[in-house]
């Protein structure tokens, strides 16, 4: 069990991109428990422990040992060396951020892990405390740890999750998508900074009324607003033409289908 429900101490394993925007995120949220790191990548431990009020472990079985729930953010081809030598307790949690490696798969490579190991993989908008967390199975302590940094859905089914995941990717087509409108702008003439809050304050502003609307089917937000006659369904008749939603499906038909393999 957690000694301490209020504030698990969190030990990190794997200090690299994502473990700096997860801890920002936490620390942002209000999480104010204790957060160990692996001291391997020196230099971003040493920011993260003066930026965030994080303690740097003296090594990887350190982290273990001090913590309640361990988080493991090494690239996948890195999972393995780490696991080799280390032992956790069983009644630790272990959170895997690797992308791409079943639950299976993690106790195929490794016979140490305890039994309750979770899936949660959240995208970088975290740091600006927006954006989905998928959780895969569903934990409670996880989901709590989850809430300081953004929405945390858990899946029923590791198929689920993994569909949950390729949107992911999807998360970071976006910011491509909204620069070549950015763009589209700048070239007509507006300034960077007029063309950058037009794009994304009426991209955010698209997502909020959605979201208040959630008892509505997306498209059909659309058919209320590109009624017969208007610009806007000018402009969307033209989008399929191009196949410009079905290329967006291709993508991530593609991104699927590698997840699985
Ligand atoms: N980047 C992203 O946006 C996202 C990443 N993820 C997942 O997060 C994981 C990490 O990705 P990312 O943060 O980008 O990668 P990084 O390379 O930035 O970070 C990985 C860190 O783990 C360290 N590390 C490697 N082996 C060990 C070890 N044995 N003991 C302690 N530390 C170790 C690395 O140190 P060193 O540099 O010395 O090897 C590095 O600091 C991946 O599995 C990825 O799938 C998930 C969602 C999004």
Request: charged content about 20%.
């Amino acid at each position: 069990m957690i000694k301490n429900t209020a504030n698990p101490i969190l030990g990190i394993l794997g200090v690299g991109y994502f473990a700096s925007y997860f801890i920002t995120s936490l620390r942002n949220g209000g999480y104010e428990g204790t957060i160990y790191l692996s001291p391997r990548n020196a230099q971003t431990a040493k920011r993260l422990s003066e930026e965030h009020r994080c303690l740097i472990a003296q090594n990887n079985q350190d982290v273990i040992d001090k913590s309640d729930i361990i988080l493991i953010s090494v690239r996948p081809e890195q999972l393995s060396d780490l696991l080799g030598q280390l032992s956790f307790r069983n009644d630790q949690i272990v959170i895997s951020a690797v992308a791409g490696k079943t639950i299976d798969e993690h106790f195929t490579i490794a016979d140490n892990l305890p039994p309750t190991l979770i899936r949660m993989i959240p995208v970088c908008s975290i740091e600006a405390g927006e954006g989905v967390v998928p959780i895969f199975p569903s934990n409670a302590e996880v989901e709590k740890l989850a809430n300081y940094t953004g929405t945390p859905i858990s899946f029923d089914s590791e198929h689920d999750f993994d569909l949950a995941l390729t949107t992911s990717c999807m998360n970071g087509w976006l910011y491509e998508f909204f620069g070549t409108m950015t763009d589209w702008l700048e070239k007509k003439g507006l300034s960077q900074d007029k063309a950058r809050k037009v794009i994304l304050h009426n991209i955010r502003g698209a997502t909020a009324y959605a979201l208040q609307k959630d008892d509505q089917k997306l498209a059909d937000i659309t058919r209320e607003i590109a009624t017969e006659g208007t610009f806007t369904l000018e402009g969307l008749n033209l989008l399929k033409k191009q196949q410009g939603f079905t290329a967006w499906d291709q993508a991530l038909d593609h991104v699927h289908k590698k997840l699985g393999e």
